[in-house]
């Protein structure tokens, strides 16, 4: 089968690659960013170069359409944010799409429809309140002593408020767009990823956050078996009827009280811990087949964020013992001897975002979804 990733620089698409191409599948990727992490792989029989979806959307469409129906693309698999790009014609192009329509898509991404549709169907969420205005926010201070403020539209948490005081909230929010203000609930943080077709799951893993790059993404992973989350997202994903990736964020009390904080419509670094399995790529084709969850327990790591971010973050908090235990045991999901040169030249993208970061005064997480991010605009 003649398979088309898009966001090949995130490692999970790298990841999905090298499974495809292990079962067979012929692998094709297109990607806005020059010199991404995948392009140098061999389970990649053809890379493309496409037109920036977040800035040039109807050139991106054309180029995929191209792309698709030249190379008999029989499935486009979307892996970040550019899915919905991509969902906003789905009906355009000619192959299978892997991705629900924009309007469903919008109703897991956006951090306020999420909440009120999992409230809505009896799954618990943090007590929320949309925050379009001032007033708004000094209402969410009154009803909570603790509280955490982010952006409707937003990933990796990076421009998530954490307990902060009433000053610096109002010092930092700008009231162009909206916010949800949320209670903070202490506890462990898990997340999830699941391959679902018609609500019906047939891949998932749930790990636990121990080690994060910026405020929220995830550099360690290891499956564990926690049966409450797989039931509250099998509820979900029922409740949508949904097809495509998925992946959400759990916190869970210190009284093991379960609350699920967001949703990401996309791949996400679960990925790894299912990607050895032997029906994991089937779990993409095949909506009749049981759900399958990691083979073992072996823990996978981005060793080159463990280093940039984890290490000095741990030798600061007094984690450094945890810290060199899980870099030692771990596997790094980009090195790869049978496929190495996404390994070697991996820090030609983490260049460019740097270099990116500088020149918009963000962030080098922030500056990774630059050209992809969706933020609502229809």
Known sequence: MNILLTGGRAPATLELARAFHRAG????????????????????????????????????????????TENQIEVLIPTCEEIFHIAKRLNDLPCRVFSEPLKKLDIVHNKWKFVVHAVEHGLRAPETMYVRIQDDLLHAFAQWRELVVKPVYSRFASRTLIQPSLKHALATLTFGSPWVAQEYIPGQQFCTYSICHNGHITAHTTYPTTFIAGQGAAIAFQHVDH???????????????????????FIESPEGVLYALECNPRATSGVHLLASHPRFVEAFFNPAMDCIFPADNHPHMLASAML????????????????????????????????????VLQFRSIFSYLLLARRKKISALEAST???EWNGEL
Request: aromatic letters at 16%.
């Open 25 to 68: 599948h012929t692998v094709f990727m297109a990607e806005s960013l020059r010199g991404h992490l995948s392009q140098p792989s061999a389970a990649v029989k053809a890379q493309f170069v496409v037109p920036a979806p977040r800035q040039e959307s109807e050139a991106f469409l054309g180029a995929l359409k191209k792309i698709i």
């Open 227 to 249: 049966p409450a989350i797989f039931e509250w997202v099998q509820a979900f994903v029922k409740s949508l009827n949904f097809t495509g990736q998925i992946a959400f964020d």
């Open 308 to 343: 940039t971010y984890a290490l000095p973050a741990s030798i600061f908090d007094g984690r450094l013992g945890r810290w060199l235990k899980t870099f030692f045991s771990s596997s790094d999901v980009i090195l790869d001897f049978q496929d190495p040169l996404p390994f």
């Open 370 to 372: 630059f050209d992809i």
